[in-house]
C-alpha cells in the first residue's frame, strides 16, 4: 500500500495538469472573445485634422444617426488619388443629414433643410479646383458628412458626396 508520501509527487502531477488544462480552457474563450469583438470593432488613430479627436473606437455594422462620427471608404476619383495616394485610408467625419433631409447650396453655404450648416471652399489647400456637392434630398441609405474644419474634404464636394452604406466602415466613439 502507498504511503501518502508516495503519493504526493503524483497528486502534485495531477494538480498541475489540472491547473495546465483549466488555463488552456480559459485561454481558448478568451482568445475566442477578443476574436469576436474584433469582427465587430476596430481602434482607429485619426491623422487628419478635420475631426477633434485622435483614437476612435470603431462599431462596425450599426446604423448612423445625426450627430454620429462615421467612418468610410472614400470614392474613388483623380483628386483623392492626387491628394491621398491610390488606396486612401478610411475617412471619418461627422453625419450632419440624414435620408429625407434636404441639401441646398447658397453662395458657398450649404445648407439642411434651409438652415445654414457649412461653408465649402472653391479650391483645396493645392490650389485644385472643387466642385460643389450633392443637392436635393439626402437617398435613403446614404448621409451628408462633414466636420466643422474649414478645410474638411467631405459631402460638401461633388467629389466625396454623399456617402452610403455600402462606404460605411462602422460609427466611431472618441476615446483621446
Not at 473606437?57 to 444617426?65: A, D, K, S, T
Not at 483623380?78 to 447650396?105: E, Q, W
Request: hydrophobic share 40%.
Amino acid at each position: 500500500m502507498a504511503t501518502a508520501a508516495d503519493r504526493a509527487p503524483l497528486d502534485a502531477w495531477r494538480q498541475r495538469f489540472w491547473l495546465c488544462l483549466a488555463g488552456g480552457i480559459f485561454s481558448l474563450i478568451v482568445l475566442r472573445s477578443i476574436s469576436e469583438w474584433r469582427e465587430s470593432h476596430a481602434l482607429l488613430i485619426n491623422s487628419s485634422d478635420s475631426l477633434p479627436n485622435w483614437a476612435f473606437l470603431i462599431h462596425r455594422g450599426q446604423v448612423p444617426e445625426k450627430g454620429d462620427y462615421v467612418f468610410f471608404d472614400p470614392p474613388q476619383s483623380t483628386l483623392l488619388r492626387r491628394h491621398f495616394g491610390a488606396s486612401p485610408k478610411i475617412f471619418g467625419k461627422i453625419v450632419y443629414g440624414m435620408p429625407g433631409d434636404v441639401i441646398g447650396h447658397v453662395g458657398s453655404t450649404v445648407t439642411i433643410n434651409g438652415k445654414l450648416s457649412v461653408r465649402r471652399k472653391p479650391r483645396s489647400r493645392q490650389g485644385e479646383p472643387l466642385t460643389q456637392g450633392p443637392e436635393g434630398p439626402v437617398p435613403v441609405g446614404c448621409y451628408f458628412v462633414a466636420t466643422p474644419h474649414r478645410d474638411g474634404f467631405d459631402s460638401r464636394y461633388g467629389e466625396i458626396g454623399f456617402v452610403c452604406a455600402r462606404q460605411l466602415v462602422g460609427i466611431g466613439t472618441p476615446i483621446l
